[in-house]
């Protein structure tokens, strides 16, 4: 008979290591299992629609987890901190990845994120030092800034044609990526947007690009020349 798992519910519970959700449950509350550090392993019933605002942050154990097709929203922060989660995949139901979902995720390497996508938010993937694939599907047209801060084994990845905007700090503190390649639909490079990439050694700016950033290749200590386009008009210091 029950619908929901409210807001708290099972928030701090520092022993819990198993869960099931019954199939009646639609929704997972804003920190409903927050905090719960020792929780391991979580089944998520098909019947679920929405994942709330910091509905798993911090536990810490969590190491797998499976979100129904059902899912049709994930909060902001609701995976943050998640350290021994390794892999993810996000389902066909999900159009927008949201601020901070992944943030933290330590031992996260792989994530698959489905064409149904078309926004991945702020911070999503920030200090996922552990990631090293992940597949931008042509859907997505917005990057958030900071969306791959920090991710210092991140050694590849392609934009797709359909992205206008490398935000601020987008790729900042990739240490492992060696080259990038940027579509002709981008206009704007952000604010340290591969400031301390200090392996990238290749980049070609494509004649789309105006704007350039403040401190945007800082740090790029192996990235031996770059082509600045007659188009850009405004290059920061």
Do not use: M
Request: proline share 5%; with cysteine.
């Amino acid at each position: 008979s029950v619908t929901s798992i409210i807001s708290y519910n099972f928030f701090g519970c520092s022993s819990l290591v198993r869960i099931k959700i019954p199939s009646s449950v639609n929704s997972i509350g804003e920190n409903a299992f927050g905090e719960c550090v020792s929780l391991v392993k979580i089944k998520i019933p098909y019947s679920v629609t929405e994942i709330g605002f910091r509905a798993f942050s911090r536990c810490l154990s969590l190491k797998h987890i499976i979100i129904p097709s059902s899912v049709t929203l994930i909060g902001d922060y609701a995976f943050y901190n998640c350290s021994s989660l390794t892999k993810i995949t996000i389902p066909f139901s999900i159009t927008s990845i949201g601020n901070n979902t992944f943030e933290g995720c330590l031992s996260l390497k792989r994530v698959t994120i489905p064409s149904s996508v078309n926004s991945i938010g702020s911070n999503v993937f920030n200090e996922c030092t552990s990631l090293e694939q992940i597949n931008i599907p042509p859907s997505v047209i917005e990057i958030g800034s900071r969306a791959f801060y920090g991710c210092s084994s991140l050694a590849q990845i392609t934009i797709p044609s359909s992205v206008t905007e490398i935000g601020n700090g987008t790729f900042c503190g990739c240490s492992s990526l060696t080259h990038i390649i940027i579509p002709s639909s981008v206009t704007k490079i952000g604010f340290r947007a591969f400031y301390g990439c200090s392996s990238l050694n290749q980049i070609t700016i494509p004649s789309s690009v105006t704007e350039i950033g403040n401190e945007t290749f800082c740090g790029c200590s192996s990235l031996t020349h770059i082509i600045i386009p007659s188009s850009v008009t405004s290059i920061g210091d």
